[in-house]
């Protein structure tokens, strides 16, 4: 049995220690987010998928994803983006656990993201996967 112990870690800091924990324990890092050589380019079919599903983490993907696509190429802290959708940063990274689980379900295994990461806390959708979304979205 498992027992669990509360521990302060710095926010900026939570997603290291889940990755830490998850490659210790050999379990996925569900919560955790893609590190940015782990991010890719979609498909129009995929990212039509994304913007068509009522799954409320994918939705909020969807919203980002418009988010990220007003501001390029410039990236966002998850803070900014955080703000534009009336929640805390860390929430809505955590919220895309489950839409990776949605992903996961949905593309053979592949839970990479179509958001690209600059730095730890910043995010920005690459050329190709914002020429598709714009296309998506009018």
């Known amino acids: 049995m498992t027992v669990f112990v509360p521990v302060q870690v710095p926010e900026h800091l939570v997603l290291d220690v889940y990755r830490f924990i998850a490659d210790r324990d050999g ?52 803070d900014e983006v955080g703000a534009k959708v009336e929640m805390e940063g860390l929430t809505v990274q955590k919220t895309f656990g489950a839409a990776s689980r949605w992903m996961k379900n949905r593309f053979g295994g592949d839970i990479r993201w179509p958001i690209n990461w600059s730095g730890e806390t910043h995010w920005y959708l690459n050329e190709h996967n914002a020429a598709i979304w714009k296309q998506i979205i009018g």
């Open 27 to 78: 379990t996925p890092a569900l919560n955790a987010s893609p590190k940015n050589d782990e991010a890719r380019d979609w498909t129009l079919e995929e990212l039509t998928l994304l913007a068509e599903s009522d799954a409320t983490s994918v939705q909020l993907m969807a919203k980002v994803l418009t988010i990220l696509l007003e501001a390029a190429p410039d990236p966002l802290s998850i």
